[in-house]
């Protein structure tokens, strides 16, 4: 039976391992910033060459490079070995890049005088932006983890065209408030996932606002479908938000172009699966997410991120906490 010292104890250990992980995170953050604020008074072509460099060199070194690679020839098994190889350096470069481009984007993203749109990114569907300014909403747009997928909300606010975005800040809390705060400044209006997030977008749609979602990330206990003929789970939340609403879900997409240029793609609306009483089908709706994000992907497969466990299979837990005991019954 543990004696009534241990009891106090646990308490003391518990609070001293949240104060070490306080420390390791703000730790964590100070060093990343000032490497990002070191890059910041370099060039950007030649900071951003540097890490794309850099990273094809450390990443393959990374666990997670193991995982895409695993990932990669599953997904295309008609490829050899070195083409699966290159296309995860690809990948390394691209999210090296992806870090580094935070410190640039406002120069990245800086407006043609003459247009007064971003002068570093083609675009294509700008009739589509100011269509959709004009038009009373709600809409829904998504994208997935390719090129700077961040750059759509940027793009978006240089046409007015308001969309609360959906995002998923960082473990760290000393990171995850900087980018919050770099973000908005130039990506509008942000909503942080997590608890109520769903219905902070509901009330958005509500009010006839737009928002954006990435839709190809795992998410436990989500809908069964597949990618790249794999079973994986799929966030339903978006295809629920559709059918509720029954409005138009617009895919967007961002492809990296040489010397830190960019495409941004807007699309018109999809045309989504209903049911036999004419509401928007959840789960074939989630499916057709997936395939024109697979379809982005298998066009240029070394902007996505391969190391990411979309395939792993995860059933969501409950777990109840036990009952009190009644002090007045006995011990049995």
């Given at each position: 039976m543990?004696?009534?010292?241990?009891?106090?104890?646990?308490?003391?250990?518990?609070?001293?391992?949240?104060?070490?992980?306080?420390?390791?995170?703000?730790?964590?953050?100070?060093?990343?910033?000032?490497?990002?604020?070191?890059?910041?008074?370099?060039?950007?072509?030649?900071?951003?060459?540097?890490?794309?460099?850099?990273?094809?060199?450390?990443?393959?070194?990374?666990?997670?490079?193991?995982?895409?690679?695993?990932?990669?020839?599953?997904?295309?098994?008609?490829?050899?070995?070195?083409?699966?190889?290159?296309?995860?350096?690809?990948?390394?470069?691209?999210?090296?890049?992806?870090?580094?481009?935070?410190?640039?984007?406002?120069?990245?993203?800086?407006?043609?005088?003459?247009?007064?749109?971003?002068?570093?990114?083609?675009?294509?569907?700008?009739?589509?932006?100011?269509?959709?300014?004009?038009?009373?909403?709600?809409?829904?747009?998504?994208?997935?983890?390719?090129?700077?997928?961040?750059?759509?909300?940027?793009?978006?606010?240089?046409?007015?065209?308001?969309?609360?975005?959906?995002?998923?800040?960082?473990?760290?809390?000393?990171?995850?408030?900087?980018?919050?705060?770099?973000?908005?400044?130039s990506m509008g209006d942000l909503v942080a996932s997590g608890r109520g997030s769903a219905f902070t977008l509901a009330r958005i749609l509500d009010n006839g606002g737009n928002i954006g979602l990435l839709v190809d990330q795992k998410f436990s206990g989500g809908i069964q479908t597949t990618f790249f003929g794999r079973p994986c789970q799929t966030n339903p939340l978006l295809a629920k938000l559709a059918r509720h609403y029954d409005c138009p879900v617009h895919p967007a997409r961002c492809v990296r172009l040489p010397d830190n240029r960019f495409r941004l793609e807007l699309h018109e609306k999809l045309e989504l699966p209903r049911t036999e009483t004419g509401t928007v089908d959840v789960n074939a709706t989630a499916q057709l997410l997936n395939d024109v994000v697979e379809g982005w992907i298998r066009e240029d497969p070394g902007q996505w991120m391969w190391f990411h466990r979309r395939w792993e299979m995860r059933l969501r837990q409950r777990f109840r906490r036990p009952k009190p005991r009644d002090p007045k019954r006995g011990r049995g």
């Open positions: 543990p004696s009534r010292g241990a009891g106090r104890f646990r308490p003391l250990a518990a609070r001293a391992l949240r104060v070490m992980r306080h420390l390791n995170y703000w730790i964590v953050a100070q060093f990343a910033l000032t490497v990002l604020r070191i890059l910041r008074l370099l060039p950007a072509t030649a900071s951003l060459n540097f890490l794309d460099r850099n990273a094809r060199r450390i990443g393959p070194l990374m666990g997670r490079h193991r995982a895409a690679l695993s990932n990669l020839r599953a997904a295309y098994p008609e490829k050899d070995e070195a083409e699966i190889q290159a296309i995860a350096l690809d990948m390394w470069g691209n999210m090296a890049r992806l870090v580094g481009e935070y410190v640039y984007m406002e120069q990245l993203t800086q407006a043609d005088p003459a247009t007064g749109l971003p002068a570093n990114i083609e675009i294509v569907g700008e009739d589509l932006f100011v269509r959709l300014r004009e038009e009373k909403g709600p809409h829904i747009f998504f994208t997935g983890h390719l090129g700077n997928f961040e750059i759509l909300p940027t793009v978006a606010a240089a046409y007015e065209l308001e969309i609360s975005a959906l995002f998923r800040a960082p473990n760290n809390p000393f990171l995850a408030a900087q980018l919050l705060e770099t973000r908005s400044e």
